[in-house]
Each structure stands twice: as structure tokens, then as C-alpha cells.
């Protein structure tokens, strides 16, 4: 069954703490994405990658990293930089930069 | 930069009526618009991209066209039903450019 999946589906973090977000794709594409989501905005870019050990940062990067050692998995870590992490973000995938891209079913974090 | 607009931000149409989603983007030059479905709480599903070079695109119920020089695309429903009730998203690949400019959405309500 071929998708994306993200995890944990809600996750906490305390102040100072950071946290990384599962995503995990099998459809054999070489880009993949984060996004943020907040209430009353469009979706904003994170960061994106292109094909394994590269990746580009986008709209709103600071306070956010990634890595992209694996095609199929391209974890994002929120750091304790990030001083308004309370969002949903979403991860995606595309076989090329410019094609369709395909969502998972989101991380919702809250910060205690 | 992009900035993609989606006016209303909310529509309420009593079941088996026709409707127009619209969208508005600043910068013509663009490689190609998608047409996303989001249900509360989850990832976004693709319904449709246009490619610069094309006027329409149809799935179904569905039709999304585009004009580029005047910077609008709408998505036409037909026939709506309770189950196309979700937020409808825009959004914008610029020419130059490798990712997406989202607008903030509609909010779709079918009353049965």
C-alpha cells in the first residue's frame, strides 16, 4: 500500500526541548517536503530536498533542520530556536520538483 | 514573491447545487497551479494541477481552469454533495521555482 506516513500523529514538546518528526514515503520519489500550517494562513515551506544528502531551505527555515540520508525517509527537527513551534506540518512528496505532490496525514505539535 | 489569494474564505450551497472556487495569484509567470481537498485535521489530496500551458483540466465533477494573464483560476463543482464538504486550496508554482505558494484556503459546506 503505497503512501506517506508521518508520526507521531500529536506530539509535546517542553520549553528548551528539541523534537523530530517522523516522515516516511514508499512511492520511489526523489523530493519530499515540509511544510507548516497555521490557523487563518496558507501552508508555508520549511524546507525541501531534491534527492538523497541535499536540501533547500524555504519560506521559514530558521529554527527548523532536516536531513535526507535515506530516499524514503526525510525527518524534520524542530530545535528549541523555534519559538512559536506550535503549528501542524505536513510532510509531502513529488517525483520531480515540479510534479503533483502527495501529503501525509500531518503532526500536530503543541508545546506545554 | 507569489501571493496567492482564495475569496470567500468560507461558502455554505444546499446539496445538488453547482459552484466556483476562485483563485487569484499575483505573478503570471507560473509553471503550473494545483487544486488541493483538506478535511479537518488531515493531509491535503491532490485534485487537480494545470500546467501553464493549459487552459482546463476535469476529473469527475470536477473542472479547474486557468488564465494566466489575468492571474485567476476557479474550480467548478457539479452537483455538489454533502461528502465534497472540506477546505479547498490553491496553490502556485512559479516559473522559477521549486515549491508551492499556497493560498489560504475556502471552506466548503454542503447542507443536505
Known amino acids: 500500500d503505497g503512501g506517506i506516513t508521518q508520526s507521531p500523529k500529536y506530539l509535546f514538546r517542553k520549553e528548551g526541548q528539541n523534537v523530530t518528526l517522523s516522515c516516511e514515503q514508499n512511492?520511489?520519489?526523489?523530493?519530499m517536503y515540509w511544510y507548516r500550517q497555521d490557523p487563518g494562513q496558507g501552508l508555508r515551506l520549511i524546507y525541501y530536498s531534491q534527492i538523497v544528502n541535499d536540501f533547500q531551505k524555504g519560506d521559514i527555515a530558521e529554527g527548523y533542520s532536516v536531513s535526507r540520508e535515506k530516499k524514503e525517509s526525510f525527518p524534520l527537527t524542530v530545535t528549541s530556536a523555534q519559538k512559536n513551534p506550535t503549528a501542524f506540518y505536513l510532510c509531502?512528496?513529488?517525483?520531480?520538483?515540479?510534479?503533483?505532490?502527495?501529503f501525509g496525514p500531518g503532526t500536530r505539535l503543541l508545546v506545554l | 514573491k507569489q501571493e496567492v489569494t482564495q475569496i470567500p474564505a468560507a461558502l455554505s450551497v444546499p446539496e445538488g447545487e453547482n459552484l466556483v472556487l476562485n483563485c487569484s495569484f499575483t505573478?503570471?509567470?507560473?509553471?503550473?497551479l494545483q487544486w488541493f481537498r483538506q478535511d479537518p485535521g488531515k493531509g491535503l489530496t491532490s485534485l487537480l494541477l494545470i500546467q501553464s500551458s493549459q487552459r482546463e483540466q476535469t476529473s469527475g465533477r470536477l473542472n479547474a481552469s486557468l488564465d494566466k494573464s489575468s492571474g485567476r483560476s476557479t474550480l467548478y463543482i457539479a452537483a455538489s454533495q454533502p461528502g465534497d464538504s472540506a477546505t479547498y486550496l490553491c496553490?502556485?508554482?512559479?516559473?522559477?521555482?521549486?515549491?508551492?505558494?499556497f493560498g489560504t484556503g475556502t471552506r466548503l459546506t454542503v447542507i443536505p
Open positions: 512511492l520511489n520519489h526523489d523530493a
Open positions: 496553490a502556485v508554482m512559479g516559473a522559477g521555482a521549486n515549491n508551492l505558494f
Open positions: 509531502a512528496s513529488s517525483m520531480g520538483v515540479r510534479e503533483t505532490q502527495y
Open positions: 505573478d503570471s509567470a507560473i509553471y503550473n
